[in-house]
C-alpha cells in the first residue's frame, strides 16, 4: 500500500495500515482536548465500535511541525501494537480521511480518574485502600510500556476508568506520546500541572523518569487531596520552575491519616528535582510500593499518653544474648567481643519518638520544643523529634510510661534475636533503599520510611536517620567488663557522657552497626539525636533513670 501524502514513510519496525473513511460509519462525536478531536465510529474491518483520535488541524498547518509529528504516529502504532495490556488503551492503525489525520484506537466505555477523585474527594481516609490499589496498578502499567515508550503527559485525564471502576484504570494517549519530542511543539500540549522540570527546562531531554514524577505528584494528589508546592502548574504564567527540597513538603500523611511514612517517602522521591534523586524505573518504585501497608488506627503523631502507644510496642523475649562484635577489622576496642548477657523480657516502640509525639508531650507537660526553629513541626511531624537532651529524652520516656532502654537492651532489641549480627536486617550493608544514612537523603525521613530495612522483630529505623540517646553513662570497657552473672547490665556509674547508638543520616555506614558505641553529653542538642522508649514487659521490674 502507498502511504497518502501526509505519511511519507513507514517506521522501521514494517508498514502501518492507514485507513480512510470508507472503513468507518456512523460517526459519533465524543470530546475535544488540545490536540485532538475524538470520534467514536464503528470498525467494519474489526467488527466493533472504536474510537478515533484526530489531530486538529492548526497542529498540522505548520510544515515542519506536521513532518516531526506525522511520521511519529506511524511508529506509535507499532509500539502500542506490541505493549498489548489491560491497563493501555491499545492503538490499531492511523487514520487519514475527511475527518483530517489521526489514530484508531479501542474504545474504552467508563469515565476519566478525574471524575472519581472529584466525587471521592472528602473520602480521602475511607478510599484510601483503593487509591492504593490503584497506584500500584498504574506503576505496574508504566513498568510495562517504559520497555517501549515515555508517556510524557501522564495525567488523571489520561486515565480511563473501565466501567467507572477505579480498580481497572486504563491509561490513554501512548499513541501520541512522541508529540511531546519537539520542544516548540510541548509548550503548547502539555499539561504542565504534572509535568517535571526537564519537560519545560530541557524537553529534548526527556526520559520515563519524568513518567515517575508526573506518577508522584498524582500519588500526592490521591492521597492529600491537592497537588504538591511543586507542581509546575503556573510555570506558563510564572515562567519559573519551584524548586522545593521535598523535605519542606507537607507528606500526604498530613492530611490523610491512612497514609504511612513509607508511602510519604515514595511519594516525596518520586519528585525530586533532580531526576538522578529519584527513582530510577517503575519497577523499583512498584517494589517500594509492595512494602506499604496502610495505617489503620495510626502510630505516627498519635502523641497521646496512652495504653495504644504501648500496645504497639514490640516484645523482645527475655534470654542469654550476644552483644559486642566479631566484625574483625571493623570493629572498634570499646564494642568487646561478643560477651553473652543475659535480659529479661521488655517492650520497645518500633519507631523513634517523632515530633508529633514530642509536640504532644510539651504541650501537656509544659516542657519546651527544641530550639531548633528550622525545624517546623508541619512539616516535619513524623519526623524523628531532634535537638533533645537526655534529661528531656528521659522526661518523655516516664511520661509515656517507659523509659529509655539501656544499651545492652537497645543491641539485643537490633539484632531481633539474631547473635552477633551486622545490621538489623542480616550481614549486607546498607544501601539506599535500606537506611537513612550514608548519604541516602540529606535530613531525617518520616520514621519507618525504610521496610526493607527492619529487623526480624518488625522494628525500624535502627540504622541511620537519628542516633538514639540509651540510658547508660558512656564506660570504654563496659561490655568487656560485664559481670557473668548479672542480669540487665546497666552503666549507673557518676556522671559522664550518655550512650548512643544505631547512627544517623549523616554518619558512614559503619556506624550503623548494631554493635557501633557513640557517646555525647547528655546536655548536647544535635539535629540528628533522637531516642525511643522501652517499657517493661509486665508490671514489675520496670527501671528508672
Same mark, same amino acid.
Given at each position: 500500500?502507498?502511504?497518502?501524502?501526509?505519511?511519507?514513510?513507514?517506521?522501521?519496525?514494517?508498514?502501518?495500515?492507514?485507513?480512510?473513511?470508507?472503513?468507518?460509519?456512523?460517526?459519533?462525536?465524543?470530546?475535544?482536548?488540545?490536540?485532538?478531536?475524538?470520534?467514536?465510529?464503528?470498525?467494519?474491518?474489526?467488527?466493533?465500535?472504536?474510537?478515533?483520535?484526530?489531530?486538529?488541524?492548526?497542529?498540522?498547518?505548520?510544515?515542519?511541525?506536521?513532518?516531526?509529528?506525522?511520521?511519529?504516529?506511524?511508529?506509535?502504532?507499532?509500539?502500542?501494537?506490541?505493549?498489548?495490556?489491560?491497563?493501555?488503551?491499545?492503538?490499531?492503525?492511523?487514520?487519514?480521511?475527511?475527518?483530517?489525520?489521526?489514530?484508531?484506537?479501542?474504545?474504552?466505555?467508563?469515565?476519566?480518574?478525574?471524575?472519581?477523585?472529584?466525587?471521592?474527594?472528602?473520602?480521602?481516609?475511607?478510599?484510601?485502600?483503593?487509591?492504593?490499589?490503584?497506584?500500584?496498578?498504574?506503576?505496574?502499567?508504566?513498568?510495562?510500556?517504559?520497555?517501549?515508550?515515555?508517556?510524557?503527559?501522564?495525567?488523571?485525564?489520561?486515565?480511563?476508568?473501565?466501567?467507572?471502576?477505579?480498580?481497572?484504570?486504563?491509561?490513554?494517549?501512548?499513541?501520541?506520546?512522541?508529540?511531546?519530542?519537539?520542544?516548540?511543539?510541548?509548550?503548547?500540549?502539555?499539561?504542565?500541572?504534572?509535568?517535571?522540570?526537564?519537560?519545560?527546562?530541557?524537553?529534548?531531554?526527556?526520559?520515563?523518569?519524568?513518567?515517575?514524577?508526573?506518577?508522584?505528584?498524582?500519588?500526592?494528589?490521591?492521597?492529600?487531596?491537592?497537588?504538591?508546592?511543586?507542581?509546575?502548574?503556573?510555570?506558563?504564567?510564572?515562567?519559573?520552575?519551584?524548586?522545593?527540597?521535598?523535605?519542606?513538603?507537607?507528606?500526604?500523611?498530613?492530611?490523610?491519616?491512612?497514609?504511612?511514612?513509607?508511602?510519604?517517602?515514595?511519594?516525596?522521591?518520586?519528585?525530586?528535582?533532580?531526576?538522578?534523586?529519584?527513582?530510577?524505573?517503575?519497577?523499583?518504585?512498584?517494589?517500594?510500593?509492595?512494602?506499604?501497608?496502610?495505617?489503620?488506627?495510626?502510630?505516627?503523631?498519635?502523641?497521646?499518653?496512652?495504653?495504644?502507644?504501648?500496645?504497639?510496642?514490640?516484645?523482645?523475649?527475655?534470654?542469654?544474648?550476644?552483644?559486642?562484635?566479631?566484625?574483625?577489622?571493623?570493629?572498634?576496642?570499646?564494642?568487646?567481643?561478643?560477651?553473652?548477657?543475659?535480659?529479661?523480657?521488655?517492650?520497645?516502640?518500633?519507631?523513634?519518638?517523632?515530633?508529633?509525639?514530642?509536640?504532644?508531650?510539651?504541650?501537656?507537660?509544659?516542657?519546651?520544643?527544641?530550639?531548633?526553629?528550622?525545624?517546623?513541626?508541619?512539616?516535619?511531624?513524623?519526623?524523628?523529634?531532634?535537638?533533645?537532651?537526655?534529661?528531656?529524652?528521659?522526661?518523655?520516656?516516664?511520661?509515656? !510510661?517507659? $523509659?529509655?532502654?539501656?544499651? =545492652? #537492651?537497645?543491641? *539485643? %532489641?537490633? +539484632?531481633?534475636?539474631?547473635?552477633?549480627? &551486622?545490621?538489623?536486617?542480616?550481614?549486607?550493608?546498607?544501601?539506599?533503599?535500606?537506611?537513612?544514612?550514608?548519604?541516602?537523603?540529606?535530613?531525617?525521613?518520616?520514621?519507618?520510611?525504610?521496610?526493607?530495612?527492619?529487623?526480624?522483630?518488625?522494628?525500624?529505623?535502627?540504622?541511620?536517620?537519628?542516633?538514639?540517646?540509651?540510658?547508660?553513662?558512656?564506660?570504654?570497657?563496659?561490655?568487656?567488663?560485664?559481670?557473668?552473672?548479672?542480669?540487665?547490665?546497666?552503666?549507673?556509674?557518676?556522671?559522664?557522657?550518655?550512650?548512643?547508638?544505631? !547512627?544517623? $543520616?549523616?554518619?558512614?555506614? =559503619? #556506624?550503623?552497626? *548494631? %554493635?557501633? +558505641?557513640?557517646?555525647?553529653?547528655?546536655? &548536647?542538642?544535635?539535629?540528628?539525636?533522637?531516642?525511643?522508649?522501652?517499657?517493661?514487659?509486665?508490671?514489675?521490674?520496670?527501671?528508672?533513670?
Amino acid at each position: 500500500m502507498t502511504h497518502p501524502p501526509f505519511f511519507t514513510s513507514a517506521p522501521a519496525d514494517g508498514p502501518v495500515l492507514v485507513s480512510g473513511s470508507a472503513r468507518f460509519r456512523d460517526w459519533r462525536w465524543l470530546g475535544e482536548g488540545g490536540t485532538s478531536t475524538v470520534y467514536k465510529a464503528y470498525d467494519d474491518a474489526l467488527g466493533y465500535d472504536v474510537a478515533i483520535k484526530v489531530l486538529r488541524a492548526d497542529r498540522l498547518s505548520d510544515p515542519e511541525q506536521r513532518r516531526m509529528l506525522l511520521p511519529s504516529l506511524s511508529a506509535e502504532v507499532v509500539i502500542s501494537r506490541r505493549l498489548r495490556h489491560p491497563n493501555i488503551c491499545s492503538v490499531h492503525d492511523l487514520y487519514e480521511g475527511e475527518k483530517g489525520v489521526g489514530v484508531v484506537m479501542d474504545i474504552v466505555e467508563g469515565s476519566e480518574l478525574r471524575d472519581w477523585m472529584k466525587s471521592n474527594a472528602n473520602a480521602l481516609l475511607d478510599t484510601a485502600p483503593q487509591r492504593l490499589d490503584l497506584l500500584r496498578t498504574l506503576t505496574q502499567t508504566l513498568a510495562v510500556a517504559h520497555r517501549e515508550i515515555v508517556h510524557r503527559d501522564l495525567k488523571p485525564e489520561n486515565v480511563v476508568l473501565r466501567n467507572d471502576n477505579v480498580r481497572e484504570p486504563v491509561i490513554m494517549d501512548f499513541g501520541f506520546a512522541l508529540l511531546g519530542k519537539a520542544s516548540a511543539d510541548s509548550m503548547v500540549w502539555l499539561s504542565f500541572r504534572y509535568a517535571a522540570p526537564e519537560q519545560y527546562l530541557a524537553p529534548q531531554a526527556v526520559d520515563r523518569r519524568a513518567d515517575l514524577w508526573a506518577l508522584g505528584v498524582m500519588a500526592y494528589e490521591l492521597f492529600a487531596g491537592e497537588v504538591p508546592p511543586n507542581s509546575l502548574k503556573d510555570v506558563k504564567q510564572t515562567g519559573r520552575v519551584p524548586r522545593i527540597p521535598i523535605d519542606e513538603i507537607e507528606p500526604p500523611s498530613r492530611r490523610n491519616a491512612a497514609v504511612p511514612p513509607a508511602l510519604d517517602r515514595i511519594i516525596l522521591r518520586l519528585m525530586e528535582y533532580e531526576p538522578d534523586r529519584r527513582f530510577q524505573t517503575a519497577g523499583e518504585v512498584l517494589a517500594a510500593l509492595d512494602t506499604v501497608r496502610l495505617v489503620e488506627k495510626g502510630w505516627v503523631g498519635q502523641g497521646a499518653r496512652t495504653d495504644g502507644r504501648r500496645s504497639r510496642a514490640i516484645r523482645v523475649e527475655g534470654g542469654d544474648y550476644n552483644v559486642g562484635s566479631n566484625a574483625g577489622s571493623k570493629a572498634r576496642k570499646n564494642e568487646g567481643t561478643g560477651r553473652r548477657v543475659r535480659v529479661t523480657p521488655f517492650l520497645i516502640d518500633p519507631y523513634p519518638v517523632t515530633h508529633a509525639d514530642y509536640e504532644a508531650f510539651a504541650k501537656t507537660t509544659g516542657h519546651a520544643l527544641p530550639p531548633l526553629p528550622h525545624r517546623n513541626t508541619g512539616n516535619f511531624a513524623s519526623h524523628p523529634v531532634v535537638g533533645i537532651t537526655h534529661a528531656e529524652a528521659t522526661a518523655y520516656a516516664r511520661w509515656a !510510661g517507659g $523509659f529509655l532502654p539501656t544499651e =545492652v #537492651q537497645w543491641e *539485643c %532489641a537490633a +539484632r531481633g534475636g539474631v547473635p552477633l549480627v &551486622e545490621y538489623p536486617w542480616g550481614s549486607d550493608p546498607p544501601g539506599p533503599a535500606v537506611a537513612n544514612i550514608d548519604g541516602a537523603a540529606r535530613n531525617t525521613t518520616p520514621v519507618g520510611s525504610f521496610p526493607l530495612g527492619m529487623n526480624p522483630l518488625g522494628i525500624g529505623d535502627l540504622c541511620g536517620n537519628v542516633w538514639e540517646w540509651c540510658r547508660d553513662i558512656y564506660d570504654p570497657d563496659f561490655l568487656r567488663a560485664i559481670p557473668k552473672d548479672v542480669v540487665d547490665p546497666v552503666n549507673d556509674g557518676p556522671v559522664g557522657p550518655r550512650v548512643l547508638r544505631g !547512627g544517623s $543520616f549523616e554518619s558512614l555506614s =559503619v #556506624q550503623g552497626r *548494631c %554493635a557501633f +558505641r557513640n557517646w555525647a553529653a547528655p546536655d &548536647e542538642r544535635r539535629w540528628d539525636f533522637g531516642f525511643r522508649v522501652a517499657y517493661a514487659a509486665d508490671d514489675d521490674g520496670n527501671p528508672t533513670a
